[in-house]
DNA sequence: CTATGTTTTCAGAAATTTCTGAAATTACGG
DNA sequence: CCGTAATTTCAGAAATTTCTGAAAACATAG
């Protein structure tokens, strides 16, 4: 491996993170060397600073594409390819949670509907519907959330976090204001209803 | 595997799940039993259903409560161990988050303060450190974001998940209602700084 | 303390995943 | 077309992870 330590210990931790997500070793590694890189990198560089064989970066930038996580790019007169990630961060974030979805939640739910249309046959199988069906709402409120968030720029979207719950005092003043004295419906009816 | 057939569609999900998790099928499938039973399970009740070695399961539910993702229980008169999920499944939501932040966030962060720490030696290294430094405080703002809203009791999150991005609208108001008009401190500057 | 039921440990077998080198394929310039 | 550079594929080697059975450790009742 040629790389400057710095590069080389961030290299090297996101190759042992990888194992703790799906992601192997080599691809966690030319991520994260993409991801520090300030020029596109192409294939022959990568092997050259991890010290892994070609193929294995041929096979890494693979599953980096399936993933949308790096971008190929070309420079006039050369006709290799070339690998960056985004320069933006918060693009890589959103792509992740957007592939991670898509690869891991999306698969659950289709089988949880299947599995809740099915007649139960025992008591035992009535308890584990019960249950499925937690999680299938618990998943719908969490993807709901997601689908409509992700749609708010960046800028409001650190906006939002930076808030964190605070943004509950600005719900109770809002109360305060706008629920009519005396009227039955509170909010957290309100948020029950949807 | 001696399940029933609802049950089984479930369980074997999880253990394929599991996979692109860092976890392994056995301890997938594990969790996805003890998720769906009414009644709390002992090892022995898991061998026969999942149809896998003892020693396995024992190693699995070691696992799962490393993970703090099973409760030890025992029945009167019995003194086999019994495992059991949260009734809770928001509890099982922030018990998720919670181990995963300290397996994944946590050590990352620690790594990145050290080599942000570092003096770079190159205009290479620099970049680098730019880079890592945005990941920082990426990581930051989400930790942040977690800690607070971690801290709401399950309803008033469901709240806020429900309302997703129509917070936006209420900021919007709010600022409309207490800015004072021809101020000079937006809404957003407010945001960016803290 | 002993007998018995229960859980844990662990060395090696089995299965799976990762990685490599060689060959095949693709893509382009001339 | 042809030749060359670049990339991909893939069979098997290497490494890692998972799983098992046997033994050890532990715990409780008698």
Redo the contacts with the bound molecule.
């Keep these: 491996m040629n790389l400057p330590p710095l590069v080389q210990t961030f290299v090297l931790h996101f190759g042992e993170m990888g194992?703790r997500w799906g992601i192997?070793?080599?691809?966690g590694q030319i991520y994260a060397l993409l991801f520090l890189s300030k020029e596109p990198l192409?294939?022959?560089d990568i092997v050259e600073r991890l010290g892994?064989?070609?193929?294995?970066v041929?096979?890494g930038?693979?599953e980096l594409q399936a993933w949308n996580l790096v971008r190929l790019q070309h420079k006039p007169g050369?006709?290799?390819?070339y690998f960056a990630t985004p320069d933006d961060i918060w693009q890589i974030v959103r792509t992740l949670v957007e592939e991670r979805k898509k690869r891991e939640i999306d698969p659950t739910m289709t089988l949880l509907r299947e599995v809740l249309m099915q007649e139960p046959a025992s008591a035992e199988e009535r308890h584990a519907q019960e249950r499925m069906r937690e999680m299938h709402d618990l998943f719908e409120l969490l993807t709901g959330w997601y689908a409509d968030v992700q749609r708010l720029d960046t800028e409001r979207l650190v906006q939002l976090l930076t808030l964190g719950s605070k943004v509950q005092k600005i719900l109770e003043m809002k109360d305060r204001l706008f629920v009519v004295p005396g009227s039955k419906k509170s909010r957290r009816d309100d948020a029950k209803d949807r």
């Design positions: 194992s192997n070793r080599t691809v192409n294939a022959e892994v064989s070609r193929s294995n041929s096979m930038l693979k050369d006709r290799r390819d």
